[in-house]
Nanobody, 117 residues
Framework: QVQFVESGGGLVEPGGSLRLSCAVS????????MGWYRQRPGKQRELVAR?????????YYADSVTGRFTISRDNAKNTVYLQMNSLKPEDTAAYYC?????????WGQGTQVTVSS
């Protein structure tokens, strides 16, 4: 069963940056469209960024993060990244990765991002 291990979260001041990583334990990782999701306090989990399989040519960003977040992938390392810049307090959430197309895998533990001064 595919597993996702997210890391890289932490406490950062508004305007700061973080880089999240997600290690994926699946041999077919290269073919999967992958997404980063977040769950803010009291809210449902939402998709914030998506990257297509293979070269990752096609990418999608939620309006709330466009221009600030960048999703990327390293197929050799079975890893998906989320570079987050110009962070805002409203970005505070638990961040998760998972497949963005087809049946999702079991959700990992996520990584907590807290944006506060």
């Amino acid at each position: 069963q595919v597993q996702f291990v997210e890391s890289g979260g932490g406490l950062v001041e508004p305007g700061g940056s973080l880089r999240l990583s997600c290690a994926v334990s699946e041999s077919r990782f290269i073919y999967n469209t992958m997404g980063w999701y977040r769950q803010r306090p009291g809210k449902q989990r939402e998709l914030v960024a998506r990257i297509s399989g293979g070269s990752g040519y096609s990418r999608y960003y939620a309006d709330s993060v466009t221009g600030r977040f960048t999703i990327s992938r390293d197929n050799a390392k079975n890893t998906v990244y989320l570079q987050m810049n110009s962070l805002k307090p409203e970005d505070t959430a638990a961040y998760y990765c998972n497949k963005a197309v087809g049946t999702p895998g079991e959700w990992g533990q996520g990584t907590q991002v807290t944006v506060s001064s």
